[in-house]
């Protein structure tokens, strides 16, 4: 009798400790799904761990699991701030052509360039300033260094892109100028949409780009002040 006792003692006490541990995984597993910040997250397993609620091997798992969550983090937040920034300097340099096309582009502007203070000049600056940033051999680096500039942006994606870039020749006429201009800028535009767009099924990168940009793409791509050419120079440095 009393080994049944005994048995049936140690059957309740493992099945209270399957039944604590498996309360201890839902509350792991609900808190993954929150919007809790990733560090938020690695605390409150830590606090698991300590308690012996969940096992290390559990711990190991969710919180690589949170690692990668943050990694996607990184680099949305950096394409929408590389964008951000490509975008402003697209928004100057058409600015300068709409308001001096003859003197910025076509013959005047590829000789005036080359003269301290003009429009051109300035106009060159901002080209030369986005093409060695933006470039395809740039962002290709800056891809392998952890994908923090431009995120998910494909290889291909990239190529389009710097082609693009590649083509902003100041002897160009202003009509031509302002073309592919618009077009590098949708290009970075659609980089930030993309950005949103996965962010539609991960609520921890969402409520991240809520909290820094806005609750979605439109507050970044509304009509806003442009900025300063000192103001975008600022931002490369």
Sequence with gaps: LMTQFTKRADINRKAQAVGIQRQAMANASSILGTTASPQEKINFLTQQLAAGAIPPDLYTALTGQINREQS?????????????????TVDEMQRLISDSPNLTTGFFGSVLRFAPFTKAAELETLAETLQSKMGLGALRALKMEGGATLGSVSEKELALLTADIAQLKMGQDSAFMQRQLSKVKTRYENIIKKAYKLAETDLTLKAELTRQFGADASALLGEGEALSMEQIMDLYR
């Design 72 to 88: 996607t983090i990184k680099q949305q937040v950096g394409s929408i701030e590389g964008a951000q920034i490509a975008i402003d």
